[in-house]
Structures are given as structure tokens and as C-alpha cells.
């Protein structure tokens, strides 16, 4: 009677990209996306002297590079052994530099899991106590480039274990962390940089129906690093673009051995019409004793111009896709949104640097998704980004230490 | 009733390599590719004398290496929907030397697509207008290596815009590129280089028999090229061997900042015999103004000893693989092939360097495809590289700037 | 009446990791693992002297990396035409350093192979014919690391042609092979290494029955190298962890251009206890004439606590995996394994090298597998490394040469 009982065979889900394939509780699906940007920088420095740092200047140009291109896996052994690994394939290296993320290959998501109903445990090289925006994938966020406290901060991912407990509209999740994977280990004889960090974030209004989204996000996380052996601390913000120069920044000089920063968050959505903030702190010590200081925040503004709403996980405490409610291969515009940002991070009181100061930046996007898994999005960013200390001997009045930057950026996105 | 109608479940199409799997629309199929080559190299100068650079004589040697191993996928979010990504995985890379090609990463097609019935456009990296040759996959590509003109000229893929129009028997195509993704992009403050291309062609002979193919195919290509802030254009043509050193050249001195190349294609095929033919012309000018001219051409001959004719495709204008008509795994012989061609560039009226010159190449082949998806290749090439100016203080006559190359080459691939 | 027979449709086979798609017999699987390694380290050189090279004294830390993270297929075109392609992805790398290893891109076996009932031929990147150890997968190797003997010998994978012939409990092997296609083929003016290897393996006592095996193992290997115009080659040891420094090792004064080795295996296995045993024995011979020797040997003991037995193929000659009895899906505790190892490796009789000397280590181990494809492993490795030559001046009766290395390794693993 036994051998009577055969297990039904494996099916492949219905297509939502790549196909999922299931046997009982065992999953797998293949996964990547590929984000090709093309960019106009042009940064003024509010003189043409040729007493100005050229970097100032030359940063003037047109170029086209791979943003990101992933490809992974992602699966379930039992319906509590789960795992996902996200290889990020970079075309465009320039060298094996961990250290500036410009490798030829690194991990995004890189964990095995083991989730229950309402808990989770996670090894490997993830994201889970990270800040909202950070949480949120690079195919959803709003911009082309997350804010600059995210990016100055250091967020991103790390590996090491960590622990979530969640509900329908609140998560709770701490880790302990090494370094990242990405991270170059040339040097064994070195103990690596570790970290600790938290996250709590609570929907107290979510409702969603067939019209739309009612929200309301609260979120508060902290991190506590100390860089061990590995390179110190540097806090250095882009003019909203993916790559080249930084003008505000704590330089090496100011670079702190540990640091800790607490966040805060608050995002809503009702229909169409949504916004999202984040504040960030942050507190660090030089080798040299010397306490520094920065803070930062941005507000984004969305309009969704056919409708849709951003979908919102819960229990992860993130924005996900927002899904077309007339794609255009059923004869509809597709989702067509507009959004705004203020950005703005205080890098004055980092120590003595030379290049300590403030950067403010307005940016202004269109995005279109004519079919879910395709969005193309169009980026228009304009940072000041002013210095406190004037280095350069140029003539009285002339803010020489002030650069502006105007960027437009343009991307082709799909995901499977 | 609607929710009477279910729509039927993904399903798996008959394997041919990998599998594709379908869900109405919707499609997906991983992709891949391994050569292995084996080569020996011989060079000669004609002279045994110290005073010969020893890059010449030196260039004697047996080696094994990935040519090319690939791993992507290819879908569709619906009928006109469509991408494809193939990442270039190199595992002998001697650095992330994106100007030579040899990075550990890179990407071949990546572009997403919006197709329709007569008409395509194409964003991203993608080679849709270039000459036939290149077009021709490197799977389905006669020899080991294209043709000098094809690879000094710099034709291959870059990421941009690009249009097609088709028939069953013509296409025409524009294209509006940058540079590659590949192409290191370590300083944002330049402009990149930029193109403009398009391709047409046409067969007014193409019928498809059990028995057979005749054909004749006619095409033109023209690139407007100019280099922006980049590199400048040099070209460098290798004895058909696909790694090592360049004899005959033009040098930095000599480099181009804009060129403009023609194109032209003829190609045909009776059955067990086919030919292709193509000249390509190129003017550029250096950054001193000095105007500088180079063409070239190549002539292949194909006999399929076991009757098989190359497979055409009319809407792309390229050659597609050899399927035997009797694979080994069915008692037959697979399919046997022989292959010869004529190669030739002049390089000599690339202003003033000294390494400019002509190179003329034969070479012979033995392609073997015990089943579709397996191929070994055995090439033979004989490269005369003639410099025009004598740069070594040897004895009188004794042609030292002249060189010999004799290149054998064993190919071990498949591709799912 | 042809057209009436319908070939079946393809079919997905029951999961086992990541799905199989079959077609008649045709095959298709994508194929990866990720192994995340934290460990601390510490290195004492016996003397707390400035006077001692920092390289001893500094090696203590604690670091996270990935050891091992690979993605890719593994197919079949008919039953005889098969290949597989495994894809090395080093987020960690510290640059495309081929010679250590340590690029962002390399292929474990990466071969096309032509497979009867009971012969094989392979062609491409494989390692069929190197000893037990290293035929055994890094994903069932009983500890983190393998053998010094087979790591300082330079076993593993290569890129050639090999023959086996196969029974139920014993095979033979013999390869012609060139370098690794993982190294850099920068210079292509010098002939590759090459080599010539053989190995046998038979089991006389090979019995399975559902509560365990019994099991007894022999094998002989031999390889003959020859460096060609490569580097010559070292014997460097670690202390049984997988990056870092090496303080027993031949400096590059007693390298050798060729060598010979012979290996000797014998393992057994009664249902839950089992044991390896290998010993090596090398000469080489310096460009100078100088003859140099080495051996070395290892013995595990393995004791599965949960009673299951290690899976033997006797076909390959190899160990498999340790499948759980009671996955803790099913309520049991998984397997539970007790491992230990002495290691030793002399190479005294290396020329005059100053860091040559013997190294002797025990190694103890826990592993957890909680479900198929799933493994926890906790490694303790004390490892004495003592030089012939004491080439700093401390105090006398201080033995500065010897070092005394303690590693702490604890991995998670994955694969699917």
C-alpha cells in the first residue's frame, strides 16, 4: 500500500519572470535584472581658474555603463530551509577593487535561511536590520541612487547571522555582522571589521484594496560598527550619480575606527500620492580620540500618474514594485509615476578634513513601467556641495570650495 | 464564468540544448557556451639576430585556454517583450583589462527588446548592425577567429539604441551606440566615444529544400565612429589566432579619433558548397589632422563533406550552425566540413608608425559536429605580416620587419 | 503513420536540490553551492622577539569569506554526449590573481564528455584522475580544508583529454593534461606545463545494505609534470586553513621544473565509522640538476553519531555525501558527524631552501548536516610548522624557526 502512494510530480508555477519550479515543499527559480544607465554629469565650481582642482572642472561628461547586472538563484530545500544567492556580474570593472565596489564579481543577497511562520534566522551576506531604503531592492527604489545618508552612512550588506521575528504589519530583526563578502581578504593576518545592528518598524495604518494602498510607516534602526584591523570609516556622498568623484567627504585624516548611528523612518501612501523620509545620525571616534559628528535625511514625494500604488511588505518593513494596472500589452500607458526628492547631509563637524562640508541636492524623476518586470527611468539631480574650509588661493569672493553638480541620468531596467 | 477560465500551466518546449519554458507569452531559457582551443604558435622573422625585438621570435609556443565560456538567459514578458543577457565568464583573465578584452566579466548580448512582427528595436549592448561576420555567432563562425578586417576595424557589440526592419529575406538596421559595457568606466569625468551605424541586406536568392539551400546573399554596412574623451582607434590585426602579440599595426602615433568605415557583403550557398566574401574600406583621422586609409577583405570557401548546408537567417542576415543530417548519435558521421580562406588587410597608409604594413593570411579547416551543439575545429593559418619600414639595423637584405606566423588551433565546444 | 508517434513531452524529475529537465535523453540542471567561512586564527612562533618576521607573530585574526561560491549546469545531449560547467564566482577576490587562486572568475570542471557504459573520455577541465581526496567534492570533504600533501603537491584540476574505464567497485584512469584553464595566459610566447597522470582504484569489499556499508578501499595514482616555460612549481603548505601564509615551504630557490609523484589510498567504512588513509611520495628536480624529495600522509576517523554511512562511488573511486537518516524535517535530528585527522607533510629535503621543514597537524571536527544539501561544520586544526634552517639571530635555545598555528574554522554550506 505503501509504493501506492506516489508523490505528485513537480509543476512550474504560472511565469512572473523567470519560472519557479515546485515539488512539495522544495522551490527554485533563477533570478537577475540588469540596470544599463546612460549619464550627463556637468559640475561647476563656480570659477574657471586654473587654480581650481581639475577634478572640480572635468567632471563634465557623457557616459553609458552597466548599473547592475545580477544573476542567482533562489530556493527552498524544506519549507523552512531556504537559501538565495544574487552574483553581481560587473562588465565594466575597472579592477578587482573591493574596496570602491568596482569588482568584477560580488554577492548581493547571499544567505541561507531558516524561516518559520513569524521568525527567521538568515546566515550569510544580507540587509535585514539595514534602513528602509536600503531594504527596499534597487529595482523599486524610486531614484536611479539611494540618498546620501545611506550611501555615506556605509548601509548595505554585510555577512553575518541574524534574527527576525515579524507580523502582517511589523518586523523586528537584530544581527551581528563581519564584514562583507565583498570585501577583499588579502591580508589574513588581520582581525575584520564587525558590527551589530537592529531594526523596528510598525505599519499602524495599512490597508490595501483593489483601488489602492492606505499607509502609514514608522521605522527606527540602529548600528553599532568598529572597523577591527580592516580600513577605517570614510563618510563620502555622490552628487546623486553611481560613480565618480566625491567633493564633500571626511577625509582619511577624519576617518573613525567606530561609529554609531541610529535611524529613523516614516513613509505613507494613500492611492497614488506617497511619500517617505528617513533621518540618520551618526556618532564616530578617530584612532586619534577625536569625536565626530554627522547627520543627514531626505524626502521623496511620488505620484503615480495612472494610479498605482507602491506595494508594501509588512512584515519586511520595505516598499516592493509597483506593478502596472494596464500594462501596455493590454493596451494601457503602464505605470507612469513622477517623483521628487530634497536630500541633504551635514559632513561639517567630521574632524579637521579639508573637504568636510554639507551637500544639498533637489532631484526629479519620471518613471515608466510599461509591463512589470521593465521600467525605464529618467533622473534629473542638482547638488551643492559646499565646503567649509577654502583650500584654493583664488580671488577674494569667490567661492572656489562650492561646486555644483547637475546630473541626468537615464536607465533601462528588466528583471526576471 | 471568468473564473471558469483557466488558463493552461507553463509547459516545457521539446529540448534543444537547454530548455525553454513557455507560459502563454511568457518565455525563458538559460543559455551558455564553452570553447576550449589548444594552439601552437611558430613565428618567424626571417633573420635569427639579436637585433630582432625578441617579441618576434619569441612568439614560439604551445598553450591551452577558455576562449569563450558564456552563461545568460533569454526570455520574453510577452510577444514583444523581450531580453537577453549572455555574461562572458573568463577564467584565465590576466587582469580586468577591459581594453584588451581580457576581464574576468563581461557581457556579449545584453539588451532588452520590444519586437514586432516586420519591425525591432534594441537597448542596450547588441551588434545588430554590424557586417556579417561579426553578426555570425562565434558558434557558428567557419574558423576559430573572424577575419582581420572584422577584428582590427573594432567592429563587435556596444550598448546603444538600434532599430531593425525585416523581411523573410531582407533587413535594415540603425544604430545609435556608445561604447561598450565592457569598456572600463574608471573615469567619469570623460565623454565617452560614440557611433552611428546601420546594415543592409538582402537575398534575392533563398529557397530552403529537404535537400538543400540555395542562396545568395548581398549586404552593405557603414560606422561613423569618434572616440570622444576614450582611447583612440588603433587598428591591430593578430596571424588568426585569438590571443598573443600584433605585428603589423598601426601605432599610437598613428591612432585615430573619428573614422568612418564601409561595408560590403556577398555571401552564397549551393547545397554542400558555400562561399562569403567581405571588403571593407576605412578613412580616419588622427587628432593631428593627418588623414589616414585602410581596407581589407577576406574570402571563405565551405564544403560540407557529408552534404549539410549552413543555415541561413534571411530576417538577420547572418549564418546560423551546421545541423548534421546524420548525428553520430544516430549511426551517421555527424557533419564533416572543410574550410578555406583568404585574408587580407592594408595597413600601410596609417600615417607614420613603423609598425604599419600589409598581412595576408591563408588558412584551412576541418570542422567535425558529431551532434548538434558539439563542434571540434582544426584550423591551419599561414600569416605573412609585412612591415613597411625597416626599423632593425640588420644586414642588407633581410627583410627583418617582415614576419612569419603558422598557427594551429584545436577547438573543443558546445553550447546549450 | 510516422507522424502518429508523439515523442512524450519533457518532464521535471522529482527535486533533489535544483531541478532536473529531461527530454528523452536529453538532460538539463543548473548547479551551484556557497560555502561561508568564518574563522580566527592564531599563529605563535615560539618568541616574542622584534627580531622574529612579523609574518608569524601577525597571523592572528578573525575573518568571514567565501570559500567556494559556484553557479552552473550540468546536461546531457544524448546518453553518451554530456558536459558540465561549473563556474567559480570569488566575491572576495583580491584581485585576477590566477597563481594564487584567488580570481573573481574561474571554472571547477568545465568538460565535454563522451560516456559508454562503462568507459569515458573527457575532454576540457577535470581532475578524474588525482587522488581520493581531491576526486572527493569540496561539498563532502570531511573537513574544511584538504590534506597538506594534497594541496602543497598542486592536485586539482586541469584542462585535457582523460580515458577511464569503469566497474561496479573499481575504475582506472589515465590523462594527458595542459595547465588549468583558471591560469592567466598573459604571455603567449611560452609553451604551457603539461603533464601525464594515471589512477586506479579498486574496492574488494563494497556492500550495501539499507542500515549502512561496508566498505574497504584501495587506489594508486602517479602524475608526471613538466613545467614547460610556466612558473616552476612550489610545495607550500597551509596549516589547514584556506588563505593566509605558508611557514613551511620550498622557496622559489629549490622550485622544480618537473616532478613525479606517486599516491597510495586506502579507506574503509563500517556503517557509521569509517577511516581515509593516503600517503604521497614526490621527487623533483631543479633547473639547477638538483634532485629534491618530499612525502607526506594523512589518516581520518570518522564516526557518524547518527549512524549513517558515508556514500561510496565505485565507479569514481570517491567519497559522496553524508545523507541524513532523520532530516530534521521529519523530526529527527539530522546527521551528526565526529571527525579527526593527523596530518604530515615533510619537505626538509628541498634544496637549500631557508623555510623548508616538516609540518604535522591534528584536526578535529563536528559536522551538522540538518537536511540534504544543507551542512554546518566546526573545524579545530593545531598545526606544528618546523623549519630545518634557523635563520633569525634570537637568543640561543629559542627555536624561532618553529611556529605553532591554531585555526578555528566554522562553515556553512550550501548547494543545490
Known amino acids: 500500500a505503501a509504493h501506492a502512494q506516489t508523490p505528485p510530480p513537480p509543476t512550474i508555477q504560472p511565469m512572473n519572470g523567470a519560472p519557479e519550479i515546485r515539488d512539495g515543499e522544495q522551490r527554485f527559480k533563477v533570478r537577475g535584472r540588469l540596470q544599463y544607465d546612460v549619464y550627463s554629469n556637468e559640475w561647476d565650481a563656480g570659477v574657471d581658474s586654473p587654480l581650481v582642482s581639475p577634478s572640480v572642472d572635468a567632471e563634465d561628461g557623457s557616459r553609458s555603463y552597466v548599473r547592475r547586472a545580477f544573476l542567482g538563484v533562489q530556493g527552498r530545500f524544506s519549507d523552512n530551509w531556504r537559501y538565495k544567492v544574487d552574483f553581481v556580474l ?79 504589519n511589523w518586523m523586528a530583526a537584530i544581527g551581528v555582522y563581519g564584514d562583507s563578502l565583498n570585501n577583499s581578504d588579502s591580508n589574513f593576518a588581520n582581525s575584520e571589521q564587525t558590527s551589530i545592528s537592529g531594526r523596528f518598524t510598525w505599519a499602524p495604518i495599512f490597508e490595501t484594496s483593489p483601488d489602492g494602498v492606505t499607509l502609514l510607516h514608522l521605522g527606527v534602526s540602529a548600528r553599532q560598527r568598529y572597523n577591527g584591523d580592516d580600513a577605517l570609516f570614510r563618510y563620502r556622498p555622490r552628487p546623486l550619480n553611481g560613480r565618480g568623484s566625491r567633493w564633500v567627504e571626511s577625509s582619511s585624516g577624519s576617518a573613525t575606527q567606530d561609529d554609531l548611528s541610529y535611524g ?15 533621518y540618520i545620525t551618526l556618532e564616530g571616534e578617530t584612532p586619534a580620540g577625536v569625536q565626530v559628528e554627522s547627520d543627514g535625511y531626505y524626502v521623496d514625494l511620488t505620484w503615480s500618474l495612472t494610479g498605482e500604488a507602491r506595494s508594501y511588505r509588512g512584515n519586511q518593513g520595505s516598499f516592493g514594485p509597483v506593478v502596472p494596472h494596464n500594462p501596455v500589452t493590454e493596451g494601457g500607458w503602464g505605470h507612469w509615476g513622477l517623483i521628487a526628492r530634497y536630500d541633504f547631509i551635514d559632513l561639517s563637524d567630521i574632524d579637521a578634513g579639508t573637504a568636510r562640508g554639507e551637500q544639498t541636492a533637489y532631484a526629479f524623476g519620471v518613471n515608466w513601467v510599461p509591463i512589470d518586470h521593465v521600467r525605464f527611468m529618467l533622473n534629473y539631480a542638482s547638488t551643492e556641495m559646499d565646503r567649509v574650509v577654502n ?5 577674494p569672493g569667490i567661492s572656489a570650495p562650492d561646486a555644483e553638480a547637475d546630473v541626468i541620468s537615464l536607465r533601462t531596467q528588466f528583471d526576471f
Open 90 to 168: 560587473n562588465p565594466g570593472a575597472s579592477g578587482d577593487d573591493a574596496t570602491t565596489g568596482d569588482a568584477a564579481v560580488a554577492v548581493d543577497d547571499a544567505y541561507l535561511e531558516y524561516a518559520g511562520d513569524f521568525f527567521s534566522v538568515v546566515i550569510g551576506e544580507n540587509n535585514v536590520t539595514a534602513p528602509l531604503e536600503d531594504r527596499t531592492s534597487s529595482l523599486d527604489i524610486p531614484f536611479l541612487e539611494r540618498s546620501s545618508i545611506i550611501n555615506a552612512y556605509g548601509y548595505g550588506r554585510a555577512a553575518g547571522v541574524a534574527g527576525l521575528v515579524t507580523g502582517a
Open 264 to 278: 529613523f523612518e516614516v513613509a505613507g501612501q494613500w492611492n497614488a500620492f506617497g511619500f517617505t523620509g528617513e
Open 391 to 395: 583650500t584654493f588661493p583664488v580671488a
